[in-house]
């Protein structure tokens, strides 16, 4: 153990953007926390700095704080409690103190309620409309003028959000709604057709390089269960706005899903076995049997077992062992076994490297073109 910090009350915590910083949620609202290490692209290289970990200090206030959406180098909050929506720049994380903010752009929701918004790349704002009883409508908003650009009022339940491939238009997004999902792609929303008349994919899960969102399938609408123990997942196709599912034999949970820097879906299951599954057939490549075999509790915020996937790497607890497994996702190969001292509700893991990127950024690593030439050592 590098750090403990002791923080009051149940937490979430959210990769704050920057490949750096984790946002803990607290009463006072995003508190942020640094795990001391960062890596810097120059060129074709990187550099890596070390710092001392802990919570800086620096904190964005926010009732009822929620979603957290980092997407072309921007992080956007949403405040539950308020309907606040803050943005700003993820690496001006880097060098904030208490006194030294972020410059953010704010704006607000209608009314309160649990949602989530975006900044898109041209500048407008993706976000959802509802109050606390009820949200169906998602839009997209000038930032500048205030218009409303796109809208639709077909998402009943609406939540969670995932980037996915640009088109040559712009940028593309997902939501879950109980009765399909909904796509904004080329400036409009389209509504993906399901078989079910309850279908809801409220974890979702994207990748900038790829037009395949994954997410999960619930189609109970009154669980038998206290909750819902799906076996099947979806696999989105923002482009042709289908959904197909893949039948993995046993169920999971929201916090067991993931996706590899190669583009597959990744999804730990009850079994205890990590699937690696092909995003554009839909075939289950591999299965690793990595922590034994679980069962979702009643209560979400009781421990259970959590994926995060980084890179092509799994990382995954086990709650009732109270363990850390690290599995390389092309090979199998546990790459690192850990005991821990306690049953790991949140886990936010960090490699240094910003979570995402501006477009123009990506391209010029891609291309190995750098135009910053003075730097420390």
């Keep these: ?73 921007r992080t956007t909050l949403f405040a539950d409690g308020t309907g606040a929506i803050r943005t700003f720049d993820s690496t001006h994380l880097d060098k904030a103190t208490p006194d030294l903010m972020p410059v953010m752009t ?19 704002l993706f976000t959802t409309q509802g109050t606390e009883d009820s949200r169906d409508t998602l839009q997209v908003i000038d930032s500048t003028t205030g218009e409303v650009t796109a809208e639709t009022d077909d998402c009943p339940g609406s939540h969670g959000e995932a980037a996915a491939q640009p088109t040559e238009a712009g940028d593309v997004v997902v939501t879950g709604c109980e009765n399909g999902p909904v796509v904004y792609r080329d400036g409009e929303f389209h509504k993906v057709e399901v078989e079910t008349e309850y279908q809801r994919s409220g974890n979702l899960f994207g990748l900038h390089d790829s037009r395949i ?58 079994d205890g076995e990590v699937n690696v599954i092909d995003e554009e057939t839909g075939e289950v490549t591999a299965e690793y049997a990595v922590i034994e075999p679980w069962k979702e509790k009643d209560e979400w915020q009781e421990p259970g077992p959590i994926l995060k996937v980084a890179g092509n790497t799994a990382y995954v607890t086990d709650a009732e062992a109270q363990k850390l497994v690290v599995v390389d996702l092309e090979t199998g190969e546990t790459v690192l076994e850990k ?15 910003p979570e995402s990127v501006k477009p123009e950024e990506a391209a ?13 050592h």
């Design 213 to 270: 969102v994954l997410g999960d399938h619930k189609v109970e609408e009154e669980p038998t269960e206290a909750v819902e123990r799906p076996t099947a997942i979806a696999l989105i196709d923002t482009h042709t706005d289908e959904l197909t599912t893949v039948d993995l034999g046993s169920s999971y949970w929201f916090r067991s899903l993931g996706r590899a820097e190669d583009g597959s879906a990744v999804v730990l299951t009850y």
């Design 106 to 124: 704010e704006a607000e929701t209608e009314d309160p309620h649990h949602g989530v918004a975006l900044e898109l790349y041209d500048g407008t």
């Design 339 to 353: 005991d821990l001292e306690f049953a790991p509700v949140e886990m936010a893991v960090v490699t240094g490297q």
């Design 364 to 376: 010029d690593a891609e291309s190995g073109h750098d135009e910053h030439t003075d730097h420390d």
């Design 1 to 73: 153990m590098v750090k403990e910090q002791d923080v009051p009350g149940f937490t979430r915590l959210s990769n704050a953007g920057n490949g750096k910083d984790v946002l803990v949620t607290t009463g006072n609202g995003w508190e942020v926390f640094s795990t001391g290490i960062q890596a810097k692209a120059h060129g074709d290289h990187v550099h890596h700095y070390e710092s001392a970990p802990g919570m800086t200090g620096v904190t964005f206030p926010g009732e009822h704080p929620g979603h957290v959406v980092t997407h072309n180098g």
